[in-house]
Nanobody
Framework: QVQPVESGGGLVQAGGSLRVSCVAS????????MGWYRQAPGKQRELVAG???????NYAESVKGRFTISRDNVKNTIYLHMNSLKPEDTAVYYC?????????????WGQGTQVTVSS
């Protein structure tokens, strides 16, 4: 089994920055893709940023130029660096990991971390 564990959310003023992290519980997990999603109250979960095993990235239009997704293969961790935060970025942020462990495909979600941006 593999489980993503997020950390790093919190409360920040508009214009500020935060970094959220997601670590896979197994170092032998072979990533295919990783992504950060968010869900605000009353809204559907949406993709914020994704990164493939080859390093290709994609972003939601609303965060382009402000957010950066990155990964540390040694630490088996992905990060979402969020700059110029806006109140509309307030949401629970979820990490999603897809890949293989001992030949079995996994698509796993973390428990979520709250990001609150005050105006």
């Amino acid at each position: 089994q593999v489980q993503p564990v997020e950390s790093g959310g919190g409360l920040v003023q508009a214009g500020g920055s935060l970094r959220v992290s997601c670590v896979a519980s197994r170092t032998d997990f072979r990533f295919i893709g990783m992504g950060w999603y968010r869900q605000a109250p009353g809204k559907q979960r949406e993709l914020v940023a994704g990164i493939t095993s080859g390093g290709s990235t994609n972003y939601a239009e609303s965060v382009k130029g402000r957010f950066t997704i990155s990964r540390d293969n040694v630490k088996n961790t992905i990060y979402l660096h969020m700059n110029s935060l806006k109140p509309e970025d307030t949401a629970v942020y979820y990490c999603n990991l897809r890949g293989f462990l001992a030949g079995t495909y996994y698509d796993r979600w973390g428990q979520g971390t709250q990001v609150t941006v005050s105006s």
